[in-house]
């Protein structure tokens, strides 16, 4: 019977409760706002297949993927978070009377994972949301989708996707599973209470949140707030729920030793940000956002090739997607400040300013290079146009 007592062996992936015999395993959120597993031991009957099929438990061999593209594609790449490949994807996959699943806002933001089958839900599942998403039932959804003979694209976490494997046990003809690169994923419980904290200081509720507002080129992106009645940009470095999450603050346990990034995942194509792009495709390096694109199954390379006149891209090497990127590293270091930070989180009485006071701050001559660079940037993009 699964039962976690080191959280960093657990990513939340859900396998363990969506195949469950019994149905005594549910997600319980903890008190720094993440999902685990419980089992109700009177329920159990021991079978043990939860700890049998956990990804993190039994990580499936690292693959090496087959090829690696630079890759942006335009009509898509505005609302994308990088070159905007996964929405054409997935606009190809659902055309072709295939089901997508992946991360959405939620009416009140929070971040969920859903079934779109036409075009038009397509432009919900756009765009990086900077929250761990909840599945629900989604694996068992899944299956019985797969079962009925429909095709279905899964999208997420590259331990969603190990999860989905591991639930569905053997290759499914149906089935192909797009992961991202992933240094991590934030608490939801933090961003329930952040929103929150933030609503009753606008005095105005929350309607959407765009996690990578790039109204400042790719590279600098911010984020922005759509309230009710007016809409808010707040520069990465000074919003403390994007500068903790980029300073490995709030990250899952899980994720500061993750076993299932970087080709474990089982998925058939990666998607990441190409931040080497300056030296990798220098005639793509225009801050309008690049994928980094590897190709890791054949079936992902049947998908990709459909979709190839309709994105400009060209063929670079692996090592190439992976330099600079966090995303395909090893270990993450964990912040010396983290445990505290999540004690305080509860009883702080102006929670955004106390997040802002765990913000590590650059030097002064590091913030006026930085914010010269990226006003020589924006001026570059503006005479581009
Ligand atoms: C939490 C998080 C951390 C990331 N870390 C890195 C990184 O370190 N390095 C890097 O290169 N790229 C990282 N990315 C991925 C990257 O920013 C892009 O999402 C990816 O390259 C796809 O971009 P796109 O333009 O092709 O499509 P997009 O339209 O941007 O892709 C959107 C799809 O990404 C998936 N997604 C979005 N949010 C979530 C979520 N919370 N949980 C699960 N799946 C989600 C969904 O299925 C969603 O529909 C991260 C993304 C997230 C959400
Ligand atoms: S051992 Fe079997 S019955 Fe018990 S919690 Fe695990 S999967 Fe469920
Ligand atoms: S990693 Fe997934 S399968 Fe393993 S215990 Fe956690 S939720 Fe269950
Ligand atoms: S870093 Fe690893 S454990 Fe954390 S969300 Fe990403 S894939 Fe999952």
Redesign the pocket.
């Known amino acids: 019977m699964i039962r976690i007592s080191d959280k960093s062996l657990c990513s939340g992936c859900t396998a363990c409760v969506s195949a469950c015999p019994a149905q005594c395993i549910v997600m319980r959120r903890d008190r720094e706002g993440f999902d685990y597993p419980v089992a109700n031991s009177d329920l159990c009957v021991k079978c043990g297949l939860c700890e049998r099929i956990c990804p993190v438990l039994n990580p499936c061999d690292r693959m090496e993927p087959l090829d690696a593209y630079a890759a942006r594609c335009a009509s898509?790449?505005e609302?994308?978070?990088?070159?905007?490949?996964?929405?054409?994807l997935?606009q190809e996959f659902v055309s072709d009377g295939g089901i997508v699943?992946?991360?959405?806002l939620d009416t009140d933001c929070t971040?969920v994972?859903c079934a779109v089958e036409d075009e038009a839900g397509l432009s919900a599942?756009?765009?990086?949301?900077?929250?761990?998403?909840e599945l629900y039932s989604m694996f068992e959804d899944i299956r019985a989708e797969l079962k009925d003979g429909r095709r279905v694209l899964f999208?997420?976490?590259p331990c969603?996707v190990a999860g989905l494997n591991a639930y569905l046990g053997k290759a499914q003809d149906g089935l192909i599973t797009?992961d991202?690169?992933?240094?991590?994923?934030?608490s939801p419980g933090l961003w329930e209470k952040y929103k929150a904290a933030i609503e009753k200081s606008h005095h105005s509720p929350l309607k959407s949140v765009d996690?990578?507002d790039r109204s400042e080129g790719w590279r600098h992106y911010n984020i922005r707030y759509d309230f009710r009645d007016k809409s808010v940009t707040v520069p990465r470095a000074k919003d403390p729920y994007l500068a903790l999450?980029l300073q490995d603050m709030t990250l899952r346990p899980s994720c500061y030793d993750c076993r299932l990034r970087g080709g474990c995942s089982g998925s058939d194509i990666t998607?990441?940000?190409?931040?080497s792009v300056a030296g990798t495709a220098p005639e793509m390096n225009d801050d309008r956002?690049v994928?980094?694109v590897l190709i890791n199954t054949e079936k992902g390379r049947e998908l990709y090739e459909k979709v190839t006149g309709r994105l400009v891209g060209q063929q670079i090497q692996v090592d190439q997607v992976r330099k600079e990127?966090?995303?395909?590293a090893g270990a993450v270091v964990v912040p010396e400040r983290r445990d505290e930070f999540f004690k305080g989180v509860h009883s702080a009485a102006d929670l955004p300013k106390y997040m802002s006071s765990f913000i590590i701050r650059k030097p002064l001559h590091v913030r006026m290079y930085q914010s010269i660079r990226r006003k020589l940037s924006a001026l570059k993009r503006r005479m581009k146009k």
Do not use: E
Request: charged share 5%.
């Open positions: 898509q790449v609302g994308a978070s990088s070159g905007g490949i996964f929405p054409l997935a699943c992946g991360a959405a971040v994972h599942l756009k765009g990086s949301k900077y929250a761990q998403s999208s997420g976490t969603q797009v991202i690169a992933c240094h991590g994923v934030p996690f990578r999450f998607l990441s940000d190409l931040w956002g994928s980094g990127n966090g995303g395909f």
